[in-house]
């Protein structure tokens, strides 16, 4: 079978935070996207918010017949910086790619990302932010799914205090 009569799914890379944009231009010239987000904690004037990011910033798939669709109105769809290629012809990506993803989507459509790192008591660990920002400890335990107790060396003492997970790495 030829490869080029059944949709493919490509890559487009996008201008920077443009992916929705893109995709939707693209799904107005009949193209499908696929665009795999997360649930992404972004902490701003002490405020810690949940909003969707892009699995993959800048990026986003497209499923294309090369047989039957104009590809090459991808390349000045709004949005779109080009369309990724292999030579002078788009480079195609396994559909078990995005099957893969959409399987780790959970009921509202998010990717399912498990970020914490396995720590194990008494491991040397560094704050990345927040008012301990690069002050070192030893790991204790989890307090519940998102925040880690540490045993941080303050002032010659020794100080347990709970932070959230992400703030949080090997040292």
């Not at 002050?135 to 959230?164: A, C, H, Q, W």
Request: hydrophobic content about 40%.
């Amino acid at each position: 079978m030829n490869q080029d009569c059944a949709p493919n799914w490509y890559v487009v890379q996008t201008h920077l935070r443009a992916e929705v944009k893109a995709a939707e231009h693209l799904h107005r010239q009949g193209f499908p996207t696929y665009l795999p987000r997360y649930l992404k904690r972004r902490r701003h004037a002490r405020r810690v918010e949940t909003v969707a990011a892009p699995l993959f910033p800048r990026y986003l798939f497209v499923a294309v017949d090369m047989a039957t669709q104009r590809w090459r109105s991808i390349q000045s769809t709004v949005g779109i910086v080009r369309l990724v290629r292999n030579g002078d012809r788009p480079a195609a990506i396994h559909t078990r790619i995005i099957d893969e993803l959409k399987g780790r989507e959970n009921e509202f459509g998010f990717i399912q990302l498990d970020m914490r790192q396995a720590f194990r008591l008494g491991d040397k660990l560094r704050v990345t932010d927040g008012v301990f920002c690069d002050s070192f400890g030893s790991f204790e335990g989890m307090s519940d799914k998102e925040r880690v107790t540490i045993l941080l060396d303050l002032l010659g003492r020794k100080v347990r205090v709970r932070i959230d997970a992400e703030f949080v790495t090997a040292a």
